[in-house]
């Protein structure tokens, strides 16, 4: 759950650089250029993969090297983990593009990851919570990531447990980035 918690405290500030190039001119200069704009939004969605992805591989590695566990064994942990990620991008660039200062992002971004963290379970134990705690839960990316990780944990090979929470996972971000890009689109065009 810590994990999952501290991924989305890392991306929410993570992608402030895009409030800061809207308040700088950055963008509207980018805006001069043919898809410069699309590429810069790609990029700074491939680096927050990357380095979503070597978060997840530092917490991996000093878990086994210090402590002994394993904790994300399979493949299909590392594809719910990917799918959280992407999602958790995907909420961060859409704040990043809703909000209109840095001070709003720095403001809102542990509020948001610690009020998401906590419903969605992060900080105590997934699977002794009540179902209606569970079914509340689900209304964060932290609940469904929990959910596909937790029931991985039961047996690494359960496809099942993993394909309800990508999905949703995986269509949140489907939603939220292009949105994300329409929005700064939109910006661009008002100044």
Known sequence: GLITAFIMFFMLFGS????????????????????????????????????GILQIAMFSAIL???????????VL?????????LAVVAISMFLSSVLKTQAQLQAGAPVIA??????????????????RIKMLSLLTPQGWALSA?????LDPADTSAVLLPATVLLAASMV?????YVI???QMRKV
């Open 149 to 153: 990780l937790n029931g991985l944990l």
């Open 16 to 51: 402030g650089w895009l409030v800061e190039e809207r308040t700088n001119g950055t963008i509207k200069r980018l805006g001069a250029g043919h898809g410069a704009v699309a590429v810069s939004f790609g990029g700074s969605v491939l680096a927050l993969l990357a380095a």
């Open 176 to 180: 939220l980035l292009p949105a994300s």
């Open 77 to 85: 942990s590392y594809a719910a983990l990917l799918s959280y990620l």
């Open 114 to 131: 610690l009020l998401t963290g906590f419903m969605g379970g992060c900080f105590w134990n997934f699977i002794e919570m009540p179902e």
């Open 64 to 74: 086994k090297l210090f402590f002994d566990i394993v904790l994300f064994n399979g």
């Open 184 to 186: 700064i689109r939109m």
